[in-house]
């Protein structure tokens, strides 16, 4: 099957070749090739390097802050947003 996945607003991306990621076991996620991740390092990263993110009570600007994940073919990729992707079926 094949999908379109577009995030209409994200905040990071990053793209790896898989050959050289490895898994960690701090990083917890769900999903099978698109996840969610509930804790990961790329997070922690992000969120050390702004400074225009958590606000007094908590809440993150401009809301929720989520990390996906793709395991593409031949590339992992990681994206930071807000909103929800749109996922299309292309074809079979």
Request: glycine share 4%; hydrophobic share 30%; charged share 30%.
């Amino acid at each position: 099957d094949v999908y379109e996945i577009v995030f209409p607003s994200y905040i990071i991306y990053q793209v790896r070749n898989e050959s050289y990621c490895s898994w960690d076991d701090y990083n917890i996620r769900k999903g099978n090739r698109l996840y969610i991740y509930e804790k990961s390092k790329f997070l922690d990263y992000f969120k050390s390097v702004t400074d225009c993110c958590q606000s007094d009570d908590g809440d993150y600007y401009p809301g929720e802050w989520i990390h996906y994940g793709i395991d593409a073919e031949d590339h992992v990729i990681d994206i930071i947003s807000h909103e929800k992707p749109i996922i299309k079926k292309i074809s079979k």
